[in-house]
């Protein structure tokens, strides 16, 4: 079946620095775009950054200049670059695949399971 597996959260300082990776395994034949989402405690989930097919790419305003998006497509795979990290980042990070295409199925939206970040201050 079709599923996203993230990894690279953690535990960092303020001001430091993480790397998420998520990767789409489940006989995979396209994906429109990729994106990663964050929910903190008592908040809804929020999109941080997005990347289609095609390159194009959509930050949150609260995270320019801050983080990089990229995507690997051969390998299904997004990545997230977050550098100058603050407290206010901390949240479970979600990777989501848009309009998936498997042998399995077409799907608009795949979930990952969530990874932690936590920045202390």
């Known amino acids: 079946q079709v599923q996203l597996v993230e990894s690279g959260g953690g535990l960092v300082q303020a001001g430091g620095s993480l790397r998420l990776s998520c990767a789409a395994s489940?006989?995979?034949?396209?994906?429109?775009?990729m994106g990663w989402y964050r929910q903190a405690p008592g908040k809804q989930r929020e999109l941080v950054a997005a990347?289609?097919?095609?390159?194009?790419?959509n930050y949150a305003d609260s995270v320019k200049g801050r983080f990089t998006i990229s995507r690997d497509s051969a390998k299904n795979t997004v990545y997230l670059q977050m550098y100058s990290l603050r407290p206010e980042d901390t949240a479970v990070y979600y990777c989501?695949?848009?309009?998936?295409?498997?042998?399995?199925?077409?799907?608009?939206?795949?979930w990952g399971q969530g990874t932690l970040v936590t920045v202390s201050s």
């Open positions: 989501n695949a848009d309009r998936l295409r498997s042998d399995y199925g077409y799907y608009l939206e795949v």
């Open positions: 990347i289609t097919s095609g390159g194009s790419t």
């Open positions: 489940g006989r995979i034949i396209s994906i429109n775009a």
